[in-house]
T-cell receptor
Framework: LAKTTQPISMDSYEGQEVNITCSHNNIATNDYITWYQQFPSQGPRFIIQGYKTKVTNEVASLFIPADRKSSTLSLPRVSLSDTAVYYCLVGPPTGANNLFFGTGTRLTVIP | EPEVTQTPSHQVTQMGQEVILRCVPISNHLYFYWYRQILGQKVEFLVSFYNNEISEKSEIFDDQFSVERPDGSNFTLKIRSTKLEDSAMYFC????????????FGQGTRLTVV
């Protein structure tokens, strides 16, 4: 399994764009990059997933460079309700597809 | 929107007692999971279940733990003889075949062993 490294914590002001970078140097050819969000006392929630280049949905964008050894989750114009822990996961898309969570990045949005 | 539901939301049990945590996954999903999260720590994988059998289990999932899908809808985690260190939030998750790595998590059961 590819090991992931993320900053432990980040602070941002409301309305700012937040970029959280995850390193995954030993990502395998068939691995996907997936990001989850977790609010206190709730289960993780899927945000976005990608394999290469850029993926965008209504919540976030995911940027993946050509070498795929890192990825950046971009949250546009954060609000207080975006305060949460964000997890980067790397693994294959098929099979039981067990998700292994690292320590994540605790994002605190400041008014 | 379909969701994974877990019951109870909070359970307090005496050390050494058996507990059963219940989950109703999303109805057309094929893969089922249990995770736990000790307060302030990361989400830890316990076990995955597919085609009525365990696919993979972690080192945490020892002989004290078992999972079952007794009917077409419920997915349960049993802890036979609880220890103080089993106190944690337990999350159930499910996924269908087509959504790659998008799993849907329940709201969790907070287990407190006293």
């Amino acid at each position: 399994l590819a090991k992931t490294t993320q900053p432990i914590s980040m602070d941002s002001y409301e309305g700012q764009e937040v970029n959280i970078t995850c390193s995954h140097n030993n990502i395998a050819t068939n691995d996907y990059i997936t990001w989850y969000q977790q609010f206190p006392s709730q289960g993780p929630r899927f945000i976005i997933q990608g394999y290469k280049t850029k993926v965008t949905n209504e919540v976030a964008s995911l940027f993946i460079p050509a070498d795929r050894k890192s990825s950046t989750l971009s949250l546009p114009r954060v609000s207080l309700s975006d305060t949460a822990v964000y997890y980067c996961l790397v693994g294959p898309p098929t099979g039981a597809n067990n998700l292994f969570f690292g320590t994540g990045t605790r994002l605190t949005v400041i008014p | 929107e379909p969701e994974v539901t877990q019951t109870p939301s909070h359970q307090v049990t005496q050390m050494g007692q058996e507990v059963i945590l219940r989950c109703v996954p999303i109805s057309n999903h094929l893969y089922f999971y249990w995770y736990r999260q000790i307060l302030g720590q990361k989400v830890e994988f316990l076990v995955s279940f597919y085609n009525n059998e365990i696919s993979e289990k972690s080192e945490i999932f020892d002989d004290q733990f078992s999972v079952e899908r007794p009917d077409g809808s419920n997915f349960t985690l049993k802890i036979r003889s609880t220890k103080l260190e089993d106190s944690a939030m337990y999350f159930c998750a499910s996924r269908d075949r087509s959504t790659a790595r998008e799993a849907f998590f329940g709201q969790g059961t907070r287990l407190t062993v006293v």
